[in-house]
């Protein structure tokens, strides 16, 4: 499983720093955050470092749109759902968004948009077939994934995973990129049913020989490898790890106070550095530091031996720091069989689970980015995606 890198604002010199470092990546450009122009800079600027880019359209919710959305070249004028489907909107949105967009960034694959799926419905397979066949014409020598936004209703329900899943089976596309709304606008999610429901869409399209590609995403969904899922999508914000499907609606952003947040990838949990302060009088930063194999320059210097709040450690090495050690995690787990991964995931879960247990009990808490908030509903889902589709998967794996 690989980590793709989620655009957000004042994430450019990011996505730079982490791509130069990897010596390779894939990056997610957000028109509602860039221009055109300054897309095709980036994007120019990524190739150069052996960087990949997708656009992801984001029309997920065309009727109410924010205004920055709406003045892409690509955006419908006066949007209608009817006359929108059913005239010359659809061919004229394709055709722009190939010309403008997809060739002249040279994405290295198309990002098919399609509306918000708040539940099962006969009217978005329908638009989403009409999208589908308009891509079809323009003969596309570059794979195809189809945008799946879906709601948290949907993903609660069984059932209606099993009718996607159905819907999805024969559609014309090398793959999916799947965002999904999270609970109650949660970071990590302690909603079985919604979390196994998501790992087992997920498998389903892999059966069908797809890439999934699954967006908005945190070190949480890490699980997603037990599906052999392509890569999930992170970045710096909240905004980036978290569908924010508020800003969709055009709804008032929420301003929110900024904290500068420690990711111990061993303990799957984030620290706000007084908390490492704590440690440090302790005697347990030790524990809290990074090991040596996730090559993060970025978080030495809060193990310097000096007090961590003293160090000026700030934002940048914050974010980069998250994102550096969550592509490693991203490939750790991706092994070479469904057993291997299973073992995996569960000795890396319960080891975050201890630790960060042991922690809390020593006064160093992650508050609501305490991974042993849903240590328990993961190890829950790895047990339940076993009993329904551990066998098929077990006996498919090298050929997923």
């Known amino acids: 499983m690989n980590l793709y890198l989620q655009m957000g604002h004042g994430m450019k010199g990011h996505a730079i720093e982490l791509i130069k470092k990897w010596q390779e990546g894939t990056v ?10 300054q897309m095709k800079k980036t994007a120019n ?7 990949n880019v997708l656009f992801d359209p984001q029309f997920y919710m065309p009727r109410v749109s924010q205004e920055r959305l709406q003045q892409h070249s690509y955006w419908p004028d006066n949007y209608s759902t009817n006359t929108f489907f059913n005239g010359s909107g659809i061919k004229d949105m394709v055709e722009t968004l190939l010309n403008e967009y997809i060739y002249p960034i040279h994405a290295s694959g198309f990002i098919i948009p399609s509306l918000f799926l708040k539940d099962i419905n006969n ?26 936004c879906l709601g948290t209703k949907l993903l609660e329900k069984e059932e209606s995973i099993h009718l996607l899943i159905e819907e999805l089976e024969d559609y014309p596309v090398d793959g999916f990129y799947i965002i999904p709304e999270h609970p109650n606008k949660s970071y990590l999610i302690d909603n079985e049913s919604w979390l196994l429901n998501l790992l087992d869409l997920t498998a389903g399209l892999k059966l069908f020989n797809k890439k999934v590609i699954l967006g908005y995403s945190n070190h949480q ?6 599906a052999k899922v392509d890569a999930i999508c992170s970045g ?3 905004k980036t790890r978290v569908f924010p499907i508020g800003e969709f609606r055009d709804e008032e952003e929420e301003i929110a106070r900024r904290s500068v947040w420690y990711y111990c990838p061993q303990a799957l949990s984030e620290y706000q550095i007084p908390s490492l302060d704590i440690a440090h009088r302790g005697g347990l930063l030790d524990l809290l530091e990074t090991p040596d194999e996730f090559a993060s320059d970025y978080s030495q210097a809060l193990f310097s031996g000096a007090q961590p709040t003293t160090v ?3 934002e940048s090495q914050a974010f980069r720091h998250y994102l550096n050690c969550l592509k490693k995690q991203c490939i750790d787990v991706s092994k070479d069989s469904y057993e291997n991964t299973k073992y995996y995931l569960r000795l890396l879960f319960e080891t975050a689970q201890d630790l960060s247990d042991y ?13 042993d908030n849903v240590a328990e509903s993961n190890l ?17 794996w090298d050929n997923l």
């Open 221 to 226: 969904f890490l699980f997603m490898s037990l």
């Open 28 to 37: 997610i450009l957000s028109p509602k955050n860039m221009t055109l122009e």
């Open 236 to 238: 710096i914000w909240l």
């Open 380 to 396: 829950a889902i790895l047990d339940g995606f076993d009993n329904i589709r551990g066998l098929v998967f077990s006996t498919n």
């Open 123 to 148: 009217d978005w397979n329908i638009s989403t077939r009409n999208i589908i066949n308009e891509v079809e014409r323009g003969q596309i020598d570059i794979p195809k994934y189809l945008t799946l």
């Open 312 to 314: 000026n450690w700030g």
């Open 359 to 371: 922690f809390r009990q020593n006064g160093v808490r992650a508050k609501h980015r305490d991974f």
């Open 45 to 51: 600027e990524l190739k150069q470092i052996n960087g």
